[in-house]
């Protein structure tokens, strides 16, 4: 997770900031100063001026508008798990809102809930569990706060949108130091373009401080993993979208023709014995035909974050690594997989076979979210990952930017785009004319935030021709 340190502590906030004031870490206006920040992989750091931890949204808005008085940027951070540049920013005001991380309520009608930003998504899964309720989908890791994993859209696979569909309404403290409240009903038209546009507003908007979610019933989901051959697997996918809800797949290049086929369905069965996380008995139907004609080799039936995440100690206890996922228009996913295969081919003599390469793809619905890459139109996202060899050592830099670049490359011939939390090269030119609503964006955020408080040179790099400095 988070980590503001002076090398080499552990990633852990709480230890680093007691660490922070031991070493002379000095306190202004309730902030830490001399700090260090990392992201989870350790790629992405910087030192803020301040590092603030507000409980309280009056104390988001006194940061906010200290920051405006010295004329200091600000970045929201979370739990550190974007592994693009997005939440750096050096000499900044940092906040965290780890203190800022309530459940609130569920409304009467039984389908929605009130949150606070901080609240991680694996905190929210257990309030939500003891009251018989469930998200409707989610990603692989549930450690991001909810402000970072809406603000970056981040996903899950399936026939769902991403997780920042899920938001009904949202309150947001803009660099004046104003609370907006907006939602699905808001009538302004101004107010109303920061409900579309904030959803995935990558932090340039303003801090995320509440939000209303899309709840549904606690429910349960079989989840099947098959190992299946490449090339028997890829003209089987159509038929297999057809007939499955969530479906994602990957392979490992250059370790043989087998692939692993993900499937999860919705199930009354009953739990396997210890669940998804910690079953106690092997299935009855490991080693049987599973779909697609693949050999069912896992095969578990859980409440359904337990089926889509992994648990809090699989997370802490796994290798790092860095990763690249791209979105592509899902109707151009097999010519884009054809031409990543043949990258991968070609560049096999440079490979160094001591890195582990994965290669993944999963699946996201359409929305109406500006900068959402779903906007109008269903994505398969394809990810490209190098694994370190242990929890404290992430992939060969090197290794992966053959890859990554190089899939950066295929995909933007079919109108790829970079996931807004993941490693990636692209600019302005390669994203502008990706997003149809990309200049609507640019006139509010320049309306909400004139000064570019919660910009930095990632998002200058995307978000500006190269002409415009960050100053």
Same mark, same amino acid.
């Given at each position: 997770?988070?980590?503001?340190?002076?090398?080499?502590?552990?990633?852990?906030?709480?230890?680093?900031?007691?660490?922070?004031?031991?070493?002379?870490?000095?306190?202004?206006?309730?902030?830490?100063?001399?700090?260090?920040?990392?992201?989870?992989?350790?790629?992405?750091?910087?030192?803020?001026?301040?590092?603030?931890?507000?409980?309280?949204?009056?104390?988001?808005?006194?940061?906010?508008?200290?920051?405006?008085?010295?004329?200091?940027?600000?970045?929201?951070?979370?739990?550190?798990?974007?592994?693009?540049?997005?939440?750096?920013?050096?000499?900044?005001?940092?906040?965290?809102?780890?203190?800022?991380?309530?459940?609130?309520?569920?409304?009467?009608?039984?389908?929605?809930?009130?949150?606070?930003?901080?609240?991680?998504?694996?905190?929210?899964?257990?309030?939500?569990?003891?009251?018989?309720?469930?998200?409707?989908?989610?990603?692989?890791?549930?450690?991001?706060?909810?402000?970072?994993?809406?603000?970056?859209?981040?996903?899950?696979?399936?026939?769902?949108?991403?997780?920042?569909?899920?938001?009904?309404?949202?309150?947001?403290?803009?660099?004046?130091?104003?609370?907006?409240?907006?939602?699905?009903?808001?009538?302004?038209?101004?107010?109303?373009?920061?409900?579309?546009?904030?959803?995935?507003?990558?932090?340039?908007?303003?801090?995320?401080?509440?939000?209303?979610?899309?709840?549904?019933?606690?429910?349960?989901?079989?989840?099947?993993?098959?190992?299946?051959?490449?090339?028997?697997?890829?003209?089987?996918?159509?038929?297999?979208?057809?007939?499955?809800?969530?479906?994602?797949?990957?392979?490992?290049?250059?370790?043989?023709?087998?692939?692993?086929?993900?499937?999860?369905?919705?199930?009354?069965?009953?739990?396997?014995?210890?669940?998804?996380?910690?079953?106690?008995?092997?299935?009855?139907?490991?080693?049987?035909?599973?779909? %697609? %004609?693949?050999?069912?080799?896992?095969?578990?039936?859980?409440?359904?974050?337990?089926?889509?995440?992994?648990?809090?100690?699989?997370?802490?206890?796994?290798?790092?690594?860095?990763?690249?996922?791209?979105?592509?228009?899902?109707?151009?996913?097999?010519?884009?997989?054809?031409?990543?295969?043949?990258?991968?081919?070609?560049?096999?003599?440079?490979?160094?076979?001591?890195?582990?390469?994965?290669?993944?793809?999963?699946?996201?619905?359409?929305?109406?979210?500006?900068?959402?890459?779903?906007?109008? %139109?269903?994505?398969?996202?394809?990810?490209?990952?190098?694994?370190?060899?242990?929890?404290?050592?992430?992939?060969?830099?090197?290794?992966?930017?053959?890859?990554?670049?190089?899939?950066?490359?295929?995909?933007?011939?079919?109108?790829?785009?970079?996931?807004? %939390?993941?490693?990636?090269?692209?600019?302005?030119?390669?994203?502008?004319?990706?997003?149809?609503?990309?200049?609507?964006?640019?006139?509010?955020?320049?309306?909400?935030?004139?000064?570019?408080?919660?910009?930095?040179?990632?998002?200058?790099?995307?978000?500006?021709?190269?002409?415009?400095?960050?100053?």
């Amino acid at each position: 997770g988070l980590s503001i340190r002076p090398p080499p502590a552990p990633p852990a906030m709480r230890v680093a900031l007691a660490l922070a004031a031991a070493v002379g870490g000095v306190q202004l206006y309730g902030g830490f100063a001399g700090l260090r920040w990392s992201d989870w992989d350790g790629r992405q750091v910087c030192r803020p001026a301040q590092y603030f931890t507000p409980g309280s949204e009056e104390e988001v808005i006194r940061v906010v508008k200290q920051a405006a008085k010295e004329g200091s940027r600000v970045k929201v951070v979370g739990a550190g798990h974007s592994f693009s540049a997005i939440a750096l920013s050096e000499g900044a005001h940092f906040i965290s809102l780890d203190n800022y991380r309530k459940f609130i309520r569920v409304d009467e009608d039984g389908r929605h809930v009130r949150v606070q930003g901080g609240m991680r998504l694996f905190e929210l899964n257990e309030e939500l569990h003891k009251r018989g309720l469930a998200l409707r989908n989610m990603g692989a890791t549930a450690e991001q706060s909810l402000a970072g994993v809406t603000s970056t859209g981040t996903h899950g696979t399936g026939r769902d949108g991403s997780i920042s569909t899920f938001i009904q309404a949202m309150r947001i403290v803009t660099a004046d130091g104003a609370v907006h409240e907006v939602s699905r009903e808001t009538k302004d038209p101004e107010e109303r373009q920061l409900f579309d546009a904030g959803r995935v507003g990558l932090g340039a908007l303003g801090v995320l401080t509440e939000m209303t979610l899309d709840v549904v019933p606690l429910f349960k989901l079989r989840l099947q993993t098959i190992s299946i051959g490449l090339d028997h697997l890829l003209p089987q996918l159509p038929q297999l979208l057809k007939d499955h809800e969530r479906v994602q797949w990957y392979y490992f290049p250059f370790t043989g023709e087998n692939a692993t086929l993900v499937v999860r369905t919705q199930t009354t069965e009953p739990e396997t014995p210890g669940g998804c996380w910690n079953a106690t008995t092997p299935s009855p139907h490991i080693g049987k035909e599973g779909p %697609g %004609g693949g050999t069912i080799v896992g095969d578990c039936t859980d409440v359904a974050y337990k089926a889509m995440t992994g648990s809090p100690p699989h997370y802490k206890a796994r290798s790092l690594y860095t990763e690249m996922e791209m979105f592509v228009p899902a109707e151009h996913l097999a010519d884009a997989i054809k031409d990543f295969r043949a990258y991968q081919d070609e560049v096999e003599p440079q490979h160094n076979k001591s890195w582990s390469v994965f290669t993944g793809v999963r699946y996201v619905h359409q929305d109406d979210i500006w900068m959402s890459p779903q906007y109008r %139109g269903p994505s398969a996202v394809l990810s490209t990952i190098v694994q370190g060899h242990s929890e404290h050592e992430t992939g060969d830099p090197g290794e992966f930017a053959l890859f990554a670049k190089g899939m950066e490359k295929v995909t933007a011939k079919y109108g790829g785009v970079p996931h807004w %939390g993941k490693m990636n090269w692209a600019t302005y030119e390669d994203v502008a004319t990706r997003y149809e609503r990309f200049q609507d964006f640019n006139k509010l955020r320049k309306r909400v935030d004139p000064t570019s408080m919660f910009m930095n040179e990632y998002l200058t790099r995307l978000l500006e021709p190269a002409t415009v400095a960050l100053v």
